[in-house]
Each structure stands twice: as structure tokens, then as C-alpha cells.
């Protein structure tokens, strides 16, 4: 069997990305519209009837915001932890309660032939999660939103085999830039999100040969550029003494597109 990866939009403008096995397939956020992930699915050949639950990792609108026309004109069941349910099903976004399912946190459920596991991350929500998904022997773990990657979040990101990581900005161009101090302290907090050289240390720090891809994601649109990451992570490698011949493959997950399918085979 195979791991599918898709990325259908990553940054801060929404975030949603794709896991299948060739047969069923689930989706990982709804921060897009409900109609652009229908059409992105069918860009990469995915049909929505294959699709059999959305995971959420939070309650923040580049996350859900595609989450409440899927779930009732797809009825498509949903999956995060009960805190994160309590913070998204408000007044102002309603989720059929047939479509609601409690996970535990660090335990595995299956869904779409996967193992899934919720792990929890530092970010400025009434919780945060990531996943790891594991198909056969490999495992791919999801860990963005977050502002630092504390103990219980680096194994879940040690062990992966594909990596999606977030590299939210590059620290002199937020510092430089015109967000207001307070929005900027937010940003470079422990619960606000990984800047390009905390996810290049890291990264360069575990180092494995079980690890072939890496994609970067979440970048900021005024604070980041693809060219701008690629750069201190190769940097950052150098100076470890680390050369890549081209593996992991790295590449940086596209904001409003789908970005290139990886297939890992068991």
C-alpha cells in the first residue's frame, strides 16, 4: 500500500492538506473554502466520495474555514479533541453533532486504512494538535502552528519519514517589517509559530536517514519567502556538516495551489 501527500493550500491565508492510500483518503484541516477543496481534489485526481474524515489541529479560521459546509453538504465526520470542539462549535459555526469525533489525545485511532495519533503542540489557541499518520512502516507527521517544539511534540517529528513542518518567518524580516510590536511578540512567542532558523536547527539537529522528505509550510506571506527559507535551511545544514545529495527531498508547500503529490511505498 501507498502514503499519498498532497498539500491543497499552506499559509496563513488557509490550510489544508491531503492523505491517501490509492483507495480512500483523509484531509487534514479545512482552512479553504469547501468548494476550492472539492476542486483541488479533483486537479489531482481525487474524487470527495474517497475522502473519509477531515482531522482539525485547531480552532483558528485559516483551519476551519471550509469545515461547516463540508460537514453538512458533505456529511463528512470530523475529528479533533473535545477541547478543540468546544472552541470551534460556537454560534457562528454550527457542526451537526452526527459529524463530531472526540479523539484522544496520543492515542492511535484508524480511519481511510491509516493509524492516526493527535499529539499536542505549543500555539495560541485553547489547544493545539499535530498528527502522525502511519501507513505500514511509514509514518508521516504534520506539526504546524506551533511556537516551539517541545518535549512531547519532537518525538512524534523525529520518527517521520515525511515531515511537514512549519517555517512560519524569517526572524529579520518580521523584525523588520510593519506588524505592530504586539502582533510581532505573538508571533516569535512559544505558542506562536517556528521561525525559519528554530525549524533549520531542529531539522539539522535529527537528522536520519529514515527521514525522505521534508516540506515546509505555513509561511507568512509578509514575513517569508520560499527562496528565503531554502536558504537558511541549507545554510544551517552546512554549518552542521550535513550535505544533501537530494535526500530527504525538501520543498516548500505553495500557499493558494496544490502543491506536487509525494507517494511513499510501505
Not at 17 to 40: E, H, M, P
Not at 72 to 91: H, Q, V, Y
Not at 133 to 144: F, L, P, R, W
Not at 177 to 205: C, E, M, V, W
Request: glycine share 6%.
Amino acid at each position: 500500500m501507498t502514503m499519498d501527500f498532497c498539500s491543497l493550500s499552506s499559509g496563513s491565508s488557509g490550510n489544508c492538506y491531503y492523505v491517501g492510500n490509492g483507495f480512500q483518503g483523509i484531509l487534514i484541516d479545512a482552512g479553504i473554502s469547501a468548494t476550492s477543496i472539492r476542486k483541488f481534489l479533483r486537479d489531482i485526481g481525487v474524487s470527495m466520495q474517497t475522502i473519509m474524515g477531515v482531522l482539525i489541529t485547531h480552532n483558528h479560521i485559516d483551519h476551519i474555514r471550509g469545515l461547516e459546509v463540508l460537514t453538512r453538504k458533505n456529511t463528512l465526520p470530523a475529528f479533533t479533541t473535545r477541547k478543540i470542539w468546544k472552541s470551534i462549535n460556537t454560534p457562528h459555526v454550527k457542526i451537526s453533532p452526527d459529524c463530531i469525533h472526540e479523539i484522544p489525545l496520543q492515542q492511535k485511532f484508524h480511519l481511510a486504512g491509516f493509524d492516526i495519533e493527535a499529539f499536542p503542540v505549543h500555539h495560541d489557541a485553547p489547544e493545539t494538535i499535530g498528527f502522525q499518520i502511519t501507513c505500514g512502516e511509514k509514518k508521516m507527521t504534520v506539526a504546524t502552528d506551533l511556537g516551539h517544539i517541545c518535549e512531547t511534540a519532537a518525538p512524534y517529528i523525529q520518527a517521520a519519514n515525511l515531515l511537514v513542518i512549519e517555517a512560519n518567518y524569517d526572524e529579520q524580516m518580521l523584525m523588520n517589517g510593519s506588524y505592530p510590536h504586539y502582533l510581532k511578540a505573538r508571533i516569535k512567542s512559544d505558542k506562536g509559530h517556528l521561525g525559519n532558523h528554530q525549524t533549520s536547527a531542529f531539522i539539522a539537529n535529527n537528522m536520519s536517514d529514515n527521514l525522505s522528505h521534508i516540506c515546509l509550510a505555513h509561511l507568512s506571506k509578509n514575513n517569508n519567502t520560499p527562496e528565503i527559507v531554502l536558504q537558511t535551511l541549507q545554510q544551517t545544514l552546512t554549518e552542521r556538516g550535513i550535505i544533501n545529495n537530494g535526500l530527504p527531498q525538501i520543498s516548500v508547500l505553495k500557499r493558494n495551489m496544490p502543491s506536487e503529490v509525494i507517494r511513499l511505498f510501505e
